[in-house]
């Protein structure tokens, strides 16, 4: 590995600044181990690799400085790998501050590509340099084969000719100067509303080229597509089952509500707690720390810590599960059980499920929550409080 900077290099930026809220848990998504590697090692890897990419430039969110270096570790020390480079509010502002940071290095060819499309096959990186002979821009793209229809949740209010459209990936490359002029014309524009780079090039009337893309190349988005990118990479078959119980019980006391899985139901009492005292939350949670064997809701949670007086209690199942997709896992389903005899469940049984499903990251239809009395036996047939019994199921790398 040479230190001496080449003249007119071609780099690859790679999109990583999101937040990957949408997946819940508390590890961004391009973090998140996949078959026990980090989403983004797996991205990187193949451009490190890359004969024609001379340096490689993360583009990250400022708190994710730790994860990063964790994960770019294996590189450090090396002169591929430029450092971070900390994005904006937006995709376009976090391109546009990477273009910035390695302009001085007067890039020939610039490849942008997203840090969560780990299967990004190397060949397509060379048919997109290939392509900048005769164009200022290439992108990957797939012709849309599915039929394509207008509508909103209620129906479908008509039929758009899908001919002639295709859906963008990344990579997309550019000769630098031209893509990094039009994201400067852009913010001198306020136009802040591009989604791609290949946009940018287009408003500027300039000519981008269509290579094929790859329909293994896709973002990885939601908890399903790291199932099934989990499955592709043999995760699903060479892994292993687990699963986990938990038990809490609170006593009630006065109040007006009680918190159960994540809904406020108005009562005659309220409970006795540090947090908010769901114990249908606090039981789940237990239920997928015990699968991973991963203490319990005490130990990640203190209630010697003032940080969680009244906390609202979804927090706990959401970093339980960000403990599952830390270590390349994915939560199979949760069961959970009430033990109470008043407030009554079932009025509030859906907008729970709800509620633990969006905590945990996993869809409506992998949660399941029951509810029965205790027939006027024991302390809560005496209404002295509620308890909740859950058992987790997951699936490890
Ligand atoms: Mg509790």
Redesign the pocket.
Known sequence: MSAAPQPSPTLALVVAAGRGVRIGGEVPKQYILLAGTPVLRRTLATLMQHPRVDHVAVIINDADRVLYAQCVAEWAGGTKLLPAIIGGATRQASVRAGLEAVAALSPAHVIIHDGVRPFAPPALFDSTLDALAASDGAIAALAVTDTLKRGTAGGVSGTLDRSGLFAAQTPQAFRFAPLLAAHRAAQTAKREDFTDDAALLEWQGRAVALVAGHGDNSKLTTPEDFARAAALLGGASTGETRTGIGY???QFTTGDHVMLAGVRIPHSHGVF???D???AL??LTDAVLGAIGDGD?GTHFPPSDPAWRGAS?DRFLAHAAGQVRARGGVIVNLDVTIVTEAPRVGPHREAMRTAVAAAAGISPDRVSLKATTSEKMGFIGRREGLAALAIATIRLP
């Open positions: 809490d019980v609170h707690a540090h947090s005292g769901d114990v606090h039981a809701i209690s």
